[in-house]
């Protein structure tokens, strides 16, 4: 290990992935955006060398011997990205995938087989779960769904054709969380890999591999970017899971944009100073929220008031600003759109991460299954689902009393 080695993460997010090329006597901060498809070898011996790329990770040896290294597999440009993600989590190796959602399916195309059973929470994102009901039968992998508050009894949820644990916490809108290590013990137990989707709190609000997860996944489209101008999935592991999931990746030919890496490089120097902004405007607007008549429920990891606040105090360092609220339940989808058409700071859009602040409604008694929705909450209103951005938080709480005011009188 480097001296930075013993480097605090915000201090590792600045100095890593810098590859110094000096030219006219100085270099640029940043490594140059490099485009290539083919990339060519001066001579047999380098071009044999660099038919394995050297990821610190064993692998085996019919992929290291066949695949010469080009384009696809990456430039300086995306090394230097996965070096910092990596470095991050504490992982040996990063994957970049060209969305979040392709790293979710990476894993199962992974780790799946015909006959076999993944674990799944009620909670997890939407798409992971179209995923699982539409793309997973037709392969002949079936899904156990699970409580995410079910801690460690999902020990009885698996069997001998389990394959992959999934972990999402906080679950999807509603934000459950889990109680990540003994959900990870058990699928140690029964030697399944597990995985996380960790987009909600960073590696730096939630150090997964350290927690027992096998495998730290983010939708890099989020706060890594956080600019909303880029897709991007990140998959960090270690030893032989890591390898596993490298040789199903250059099976797959799935490439990420040079240009889209530099930005998420770029955003990733700042993601500490961002978040740290995104989480103080969340507890204030989460605060204020609570405390408003029309409010039924505020729906937030880092307060107190939260059913599974301890599981929040005892693993993560952070909160973010993504978290959600839920109407009085006397009001209609009419008067969820008054509200959001009020709005003139909040914007109303899918995906979050960015310096916007956004607002989402969610009807959850139609799209959930009613197991998920969990009673802990007996919620009865429309949940509106808040991301705050880096605006001012008190210009944010103006904009949502824009919304209270135009609620119908009842
Ligand atoms: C947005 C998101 C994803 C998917 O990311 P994309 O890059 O949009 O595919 C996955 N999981 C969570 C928790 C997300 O918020």
Redesign the pocket.
């Known amino acids: 290990m480097s001296k930075q080695g013993k480097m605090r993460a915000e201090t590792r997010l600045s100095q890593r992935g810098r590859y110094p090329i000096e030219k006219h006597g100085g270099t640029p901060i940043n490594p140059p955006i490099q485009r290539a498809s083919t990339i060519i070898y001066p001579d047999y011996a380098t071009m044999k060398k660099f038919s394995a790329r050297e990821i610190g990770v064993p692998r085996p040896h019919e992929i290291g011997q066949n695949f010469l290294r080009y384009g696809l597999q990456g430039t300086d440009t995306h090394f230097a990205l996965e070096e910092v993600v990596r470095d991050l989590a504490a992982a040996d190796d990063c994957l970049l995938l060209p969305?979040?959602?392709?790293?979710?399916t990476l894993c199962y195309d992974t780790f799946t087989q015909c006959g076999g059973q993944v674990l799944v929470p009620l909670t997890v994102?939407h798409?992971?779960r179209y995923f699982c009901e539409k793309v997973l039968p037709r392969r002949g992998v079936s899904v156990q769904w699970y409580d995410p508050r079910i801690g460690a009894d999902i020990d009885s949820l698996f069997s001998e054709n389990s394959q992959l644990l999934f972990i999402?916490s906080p679950g999807?809108l509603t934000f459950e969380l889990s109680d990540v290590p003994a959900l990870a013990a058990a699928a140690r137990r029964h030697r399944v890999p597990s995985v996380i989707?960790n987009?909600?709190a960073t590696p730096l609000y939630f150090d997964a591999l350290a927690h027992g997860v096998d495998i730290d996944?983010h939708?890099?489209?989020?706060y890594f970017s956080g600019g909303s101008d880029l897709?991007?999935?990140t998959l960090a592991s270690r030893g032989k899971i890591a390898a596993e999931l490298r040789n199903a990746f250059e099976l797959r030919g799935d490439g990420v944009s040079p240009e889209d890496a530099a930005l998420a490089l770029r955003g990733m120097r700042s993601l500490p100073v961002r978040l740290r902004q995104h989480e103080a405007g969340g507890y204030e607007l989460a605060e204020r929220l609570a405390a408003h008549p029309e409010v039924e429920a505020v729906i937030h990891p880092g307060r107190a008031d939260h059913p599974d606040h301890a599981i929040f105090a005892r693993d993560f360092s952070g909160a973010g600003g993504l978290f959600a609220f839920t109407l009085n339940s006397r009001y209609d989808e009419a008067a969820v759109a008054a509200f959001c058409d009020a709005l003139e700071l909040f914007v109303m859009g899918?995906?979050?991460?960015g310096f916007d602040s956004l607002l989402v409604p969610y009807d959850l008694r139609a799209m959930r299954p009613a197991a998920a929705w969990h009673e802990t909450w007996q919620h009865k209103g429309w949940l509106m689902r808040v991301f705050c951005g880096l605006e001012n938080p008190d210009d944010l709480w103006n904009d949502l009393e824009r919304g209270f005011a135009s609620l119908p009188k009842m």
């Open positions: 969305s979040g959602l392709a790293a979710i994102y798409p992971n999402e999807s989707d987009t909600w996944l939708a890099g489209t989020k897709l991007l999935g899918p995906s979050w991460g």
